[in-house]
Each structure stands twice: as C-alpha cells, then as structure tokens.
C-alpha cells in the first residue's frame, strides 16, 4: 500500500503520511521523507508496518496514514552512518542539481542519537511566450526567466527508552534556504492603425530565509492497561528578508515607465504545546477515549517599504510600515475511537478552538488603528470505516478545520504594487472555518475513489 513516486511517499486511500522509524518519529516535511529514508541500511529494518488509523495525536482529520518501520536486532547496539551526493542536469546550463547528505547514528541500551546534515543546489530556466487577441488589439509577451535556490540544513536527534511505552526525546532542526531568481520580460502592445508599444523590464528577487525548530517530548504509560499521556513543547524562529527591484522602459516612444523597489522583513517566533491523554477502556486497547489540549503563541514583526517612481522622474511612492501580529491559540478537545467489530472502525470528537489577536503599528505611517479580537469555534469530528474484506475498505469522513489568516491579509497598510494596482489588507478578519464530507472507497493497494463536499464561513478571499 506504500506507493514512492520521486520524492512522493503516499499511502493508497489518505493524504498525508508520518513515518516512524522504531519508536522515532520523524519530524519533518513530507517531502524530505524519501531522503531521510536513504539514511537507513535495508539490513536495519525487520518489517514494515502501515497504520491506517494512528492515534488521534498524528490523525485529527483521518486523513493521515502512519508508516513504522521495525528496526532489527542489530539496531539495538548499533553504531553506524553514511554519506551521498547527488548530480542531475537538464536541458541547458541553466537547469541542474547537485548536493549532498549524511547520517551518523547510535543506539545502545535505549539510547538513540542521530545527526544528519544535507544541502544542495538547484538552478532552473523557464520562458514564456504567448500571444493574446482581442478585436483589434493584440498583446505579447516573452519573459524567459531563471533562478538559483540554495539550501543547507542539520538535524539532531536525542531520544531515550527508559521502559516499555515510556520515551523521552529532543529533535532540533535549522535550515536555511536562499533564492536569487531573475526576469526579464518584453510586452508588446498592438492595435491597428496605431504605432505598437513596447515594454522592456527587468525584475529581481532575492531572499534569505533561515529557521530552527525544536521540540522536547515525552511519551509514558500509566495505570493497569497502560493508559498513554504524551507532552510535546515547540519552539520556531523564523526570519525572511527579501527584495524586490523592479525596472520597466518604454522602448518604442522613449516614455517613462514604472520602476519600484520594494524591502520585506518577516521576523516571527512562537512556542507551542500539545498534551494528549489516551485511556484504554479494554484490555486489547481498542476503544479508546482520548482528551487533551493544544495552544500556541506567536508573534510576528513585518517591517516592509516600496519606492516606485517613472523613470527618469522622482520619487512617485513612498511607502513603509512596521506592524506586529500576535496570536495566542488554545484548543481543548475530546474524542472516542469504537472497534465494534473486524467490520466496523469509529471515531467521534469535538474541539474548541479559541482566538487571541492583536496587530499593533510600530512605525504608523497610515491612518490605521491598533486592531484586537477574540473567537471561538467548535469543530466536530466523525470517522467511520467499514471494510468487508481485506482488499475493501469504505470511509465516512466529516472534518471541520480552522485557518488563521495570512499576515498579507492583515496588514492594513495600501501598498501599490504597479501603476494601476494597490493591495490593503483586514486586520479585523477573523479565522476561517470550514468543513468538509467525504465518502470513499478503496482497493487494496492500487485503487481509491471519493466524492467531497466542502462548505465554510468566514471564507478569507481577495476581492
């Protein structure tokens, strides 16, 4: 049922996918998860298991699948690692990828450590050409394009077993990505009768973006049937710096045209914490009801300014504003997980998810006010699974999410981004809320089907 497409790893029949390796999970995007694998000789791993219905903690949408990968006896006291490189060219010189990864591991008497450093670099081209017409008028336009992306990256992790079903654990990770990409672009305006316009410009973009997580864990049981309760603290900092530098010239009629450059400074950081209860209310640990509590706070600075101007003319805009967003998110939650039998799989819930929020202007440079609310929304759940044989399967799955606006959305500054083009964003909006139905069928490991039907309030769009 595991399906490895490139860098895809999916699981037939859901969409999102956590690997664990031994008692490890891994805490990383599901696009790294091919090259983390990479990591471990074939020799290490004893069977592979695949969990259609983890716990709660890793499945609140019944959507995710979880892999375990059972190490063998020689994990136990193992010592060991390895080292690769990748190269890869495309058509022109433009178009490559090179890098390389490694992994040192131990493990003795319950304690396992890893590193695992990587980075590599990429280079891509990209041409546009295209031709519009409408009546008289006709528009073209060729933007051929390329871009570099770097990125270096060290993972860490430190986990010990002191006893059956009890770990503790901390996984740190920093990266840092860099993109230097530039445009060139040549617009043509024709309509008949008239001398055509043509538009040269150049654009360039360059960001800098480094980040470190870290994550302290601990997993334990309690009580005669080893009821399970797991604490989980993050921390994130996050800085991205970018620059915008724009230049247009009107070639044919020797007119000014717009030109801007632009600054955007993101600095955010944030803790969160996720404390989950599993009481087993049988013996072979099959129904099951589960309560916790999740909550997070961040906060957010975005310093951003923009000169525009037409060539050859002073400055036409001037703009800059500092603001900062902060977030404080608790959501308490409470669900029921039934085995009714080899045919029948449940599972109901309810969550809270209450809103704090404050955008703050450091620098006022407009008209707009400090802006704070609070909302609540409860988001029910329900999974139902019934599978009349191995290579059957058949789901009901009723979601309800929550997703906190964008900071793009909030700033409440007017930004122009051309000559005809302004963007302000609404710091009074609210978090949105949607849900979502699903009825779908699967076989075996090779075939699914669903239909979907989604609807949502406070629906978050650009108008």
Same mark, same amino acid.
């Given at each position: 049922?595991?399906?490895?497409?490139?860098?895809?790893?999916?699981?037939?029949?859901?969409?999102?996918?956590?690997?664990?390796?031994?008692?490890? &999970?891994?805490?990383?995007?599901?696009?790294?998860?091919?090259?983390?694998?990479?990591?471990?000789?074939?020799?290490?791993?004893?069977?592979?298991?695949?969990?259609?219905?983890?716990?709660?903690?890793?499945?609140?949408?019944?959507?995710?699948?979880?892999?375990?990968?059972?190490?063998?006896?020689?994990?136990?006291?193992?010592?060991?690692?390895?080292?690769?490189?990748?190269?890869?060219?495309?058509?022109?010189?433009?178009?490559?990828?090179?890098?390389?990864?490694?992994?040192?591991?131990?493990?003795?008497?319950?304690?396992?450590?890893?590193?695992?450093?990587?980075?590599?670099?990429?280079?891509?081209?990209?041409?546009?050409?295209?031709?519009? %017409?409408?009546?008289? %008028?006709?528009?073209?336009?060729?933007?051929?394009?390329?871009?570099?992306?770097?990125?270096?990256?060290?993972?860490?992790?430190?986990?010990?077993?002191?006893?059956?079903?009890?770990?503790?654990?901390?996984?740190?990770?920093?990266?840092?990505?860099?993109?230097?990409?530039?445009?060139?672009?040549?617009?043509?305006?024709?309509?008949?009768?008239?001398?055509?316009?043509?538009?040269?410009?150049?654009?360039?973009?360059?960001?800098?973006?480094?980040?470190?997580?870290?994550?302290?864990?601990?997993?334990?049981?309690?009580?005669?049937?080893?009821?399970?309760?797991?604490?989980?603290?993050?921390?994130?900092?996050? =800085?991205?710096?970018?620059?915008?530098?724009?230049?247009?010239?009107?070639?044919?009629?020797?007119?000014?045209?717009?030109?801007?450059?632009?600054?955007?400074?993101?600095?955010?950081?944030?803790?969160?914490?996720?404390?989950?209860?599993?009481?087993?209310?049988?013996?072979?640990?099959?129904?099951?009801?589960?309560?916790?509590?999740?909550?997070?706070?961040?906060? =957010?600075?975005?310093?951003?300014?923009?000169?525009?101007?037409?060539?050859?003319?002073?400055?036409?805009?001037?703009?800059?504003?500092?603001?900062?967003?902060?977030?404080?998110?608790?959501?308490?939650?409470?669900? =029921?997980? &039934?085995?009714?039998?080899?045919?029948?799989?449940?599972?109901?819930?309810?969550?809270?998810?209450?809103?704090?929020?404050?955008?703050?202007?450091?620098?006022?440079?407009? $008209?707009?006010?400090?802006?704070?609310?609070?909302?609540?929304?409860?988001?029910?759940?329900?999974?139902?699974?019934?599978?009349?044989?191995?290579?059957?399967?058949?789901?009901?799955?009723?979601?309800?999410?929550? =997703?906190?606006?964008?900071?793009?959305? &909030?700033?409440?500054?007017?930004?122009?981004?051309?000559?005809?083009?302004?963007? %302000?964003?609404?710091? %009074?909006?609210?978090?949105?809320?949607?849900?979502?139905?699903?009825?779908?069928?699967?076989?075996?490991?090779?075939? $699914?089907? $669903?239909?979907?039907?989604?609807?949502?309030?406070?629906?978050?769009?650009?108008?």
């Amino acid at each position: 049922r595991v399906h490895v497409r490139g860098s895809l790893l999916s699981v037939v029949g859901k969409e999102k996918v956590v690997v664990k390796i031994g008692d490890v &999970l891994q805490r990383i995007e599901g696009s790294e998860l091919v090259s983390v694998l990479k990591g471990y000789d074939a020799g290490l791993i004893d069977r592979v298991e695949v969990v259609t219905h983890p716990p709660l903690r890793y499945d609140p949408d019944g959507n995710t699948a979880m892999i375990i990968l059972h190490t063998s006896s020689v994990f136990r006291e193992y010592m060991g690692g390895f080292v690769g490189t990748e190269e890869m060219y495309g058509q022109g010189e433009k178009n490559y990828r090179y890098g390389g990864y490694g992994t040192l591991m131990y493990s003795h008497k319950g304690l396992f450590t890893s590193v695992s450093p990587s980075l590599h670099r990429s280079g891509s081209s990209y041409i546009e050409q295209q031709t519009y %017409r409408c009546g008289e %008028r006709q528009y073209s336009v060729e933007t051929p394009s390329s871009g570099i992306y770097g990125y270096a990256g060290l993972r860490g992790v430190l986990q010990y077993s002191y006893g059956e079903n009890k770990l503790l654990g901390l996984a740190l990770s920093w990266n840092r990505k860099k993109y230097d990409n530039g445009f060139n672009g040549t617009e043509c305006v024709t309509i008949q009768g008239q001398r055509d316009q043509v538009i040269e410009s150049v654009n360039k973009y360059d960001a800098k973006e480094p980040r470190l997580t870290g994550t302290a864990y601990l997993e334990s049981a309690f009580g005669q049937r080893n009821h399970r309760v797991w604490v989980e603290l993050s921390g994130v900092s996050l =800085t991205n710096r970018s620059q915008m530098d724009f230049v247009g010239t009107d070639r044919t009629r020797g007119l000014p045209f717009t030109t801007y450059l632009e600054h955007n400074d993101i600095n955010t950081s944030g803790v969160s914490l996720n404390n989950d209860y599993a009481f087993y209310l049988d013996d072979n640990h099959t129904n099951i009801l589960e309560a916790g509590v999740k909550a997070s706070m961040s906060a =957010t600075t975005n310093y951003r300014d923009h000169d525009s101007q037409m060539t050859g003319q002073p400055a036409a805009v001037t703009q800059e504003n500092k603001v900062r967003w902060m977030e404080l998110v608790l959501a308490p939650y409470v669900s =029921t997980t &039934l085995q009714m039998s080899d045919l029948w799989w449940v599972r109901g819930g309810v969550r809270y998810v209450g809103t704090d929020a404050s955008l703050r202007q450091l620098e006022p440079s407009s $008209s707009a006010e400090d802006v704070s609310h609070y909302s609540g929304s409860w988001l029910p759940t329900l999974h139902i699974t019934y599978s009349p044989g191995r290579s059957h399967k058949v789901s009901l799955l009723v979601n309800s999410a929550i =997703t906190q606006p964008k900071y793009q959305d &909030l700033n409440p500054f007017v930004w122009q981004t051309n000559a005809h083009t302004f963007y %302000r964003g609404n710091p %009074r909006l609210r978090p949105q809320v949607s849900y979502s139905s699903a009825l779908q069928y699967a076989f075996g490991g090779s075939f $699914s089907i $669903s239909g979907v039907v989604e609807s949502g309030r406070n629906m978050i769009s650009a108008v």
